[in-house]
Nanobody
Framework: QVQLVESGGGSVQAGGSLRLSCAAS????????MGWFRQAPGKEREFVAV????????YYIDSVKGRFTISRDNVKNTVYLQMNSLKPEDTAVYYC?????????????????WGQGIQVTISS
């Protein structure tokens, strides 16, 4: 069982930055690929970024490439999402998720555990 707790959300103006963190419980964090998803009001949850278990490979949706960076610290059991040059369309609830032993999963059904979500609001 893995518990995920997100932090670092909030409200910023367009062009600003936020850093989301997701702390994971348990001693097997390094066995999980970690992803970030988001869900805007009235829209389906969408994949944002993923980082593999080790020798980290990363993958992003096109709309955040060059602006968002996913990273992980396997000692601190934490995954991060650094978000720069934020836009109003980035407004959403952001979720971190853990996928056991997969490489770079991009589908929500490939994830085994989810955080509770954290609000990110970007004003124009």
């Amino acid at each position: 069982q893995v518990q995920l707790v997100e932090s670092g959300g909030g409200s910023v103006q367009a062009g600003g930055s936020l850093r989301l963190s997701c702390a994971a419980s348990g001693r097997t964090f390094s066995r999980y690929a970690m992803g970030w998803f988001r869900q805007a009001p009235g829209k389906e949850r969408e994949f944002v970024a993923v980082i593999s278990r080790s020798n980290p490979n990363t993958y992003y949706i096109d709309s955040v490439k060059g602006r968002f960076t996913i990273s992980r610290d396997n000692v601190k059991n934490t995954v991060y999402l650094q978000m720069n040059s934020l836009k109003p369309e980035d407004t959403a609830v952001y979720y971190c998720a853990a996928s056991y032993l997969r490489t770079v999963p991009a589908g929500a059904t490939e994830y085994d555990y989810w955080g509770q979500g954290i609000q990110v609001t970007i004003s124009s």
